[in-house]
């Protein structure tokens, strides 16, 4: 549940200030400010102001979230190891490629990559079955 508290929080502080005005919602502008830059430029807009996260964090983190709330896996974790670097690889290109070059990604290719690595930290860092499996009863 915390991985999808963060993105959810993350959008709340443009629609807390666009509703109540500024300076309501900085706070959790400067709560998420240790775990993310918020470059505007970098980051999805809602109601005309940036997000609370960059669009590669937010997603990320729901990346994070919908793993441990819906990926069911059967196979054992040496296979979810190799799958989750798998899909750390491509926001790892894009990051690389970004830093070396005059190339600069955009941020639907930024809300994919991190979609793809918040999953693939979860299939590497949670040996366990996800919360699906344990709900179902199926945890091996």
Not at 32 to 51: A, D, E, K
Request: aromatic share 18%; with cysteine.
């Amino acid at each position: 549940m915390f991985f999808i508290l963060i993105p959810l929080i993350a959008i709340s502080a443009p629609i807390i200030q666009t509703a109540l005005g500024y300076p309501n919602g900085e706070g959790i502008y400067s709560f998420l400010s240790p775990i993310c830059h918020q470059y505007p430029t970098r980051s999805l807009w809602v109601l005309n102001r940036p997000f609370a996260l960059c669009s590669r964090c937010f997603s990320g983190y729901l990346g994070l979230g919908i793993g441990f709330l819906a990926v069911r896996s059967q196979f054992k974790y040496f296979k979810r190891f190799i799958f989750g670097i798998g899909l750390l690889i491509p926001g790892v290109l894009d990051g690389l490629i970004q830093l070396w070059s005059n190339y600069e990604s955009t941020n639907i290719i930024r809300f994919f990559t991190g979609l793809g690595g918040g999953l693939g930290i979860f299939y590497i860092t949670f040996p366990f079955s996800s919360l699906s499996n344990k709900m179902k009863g199926n945890v091996k």
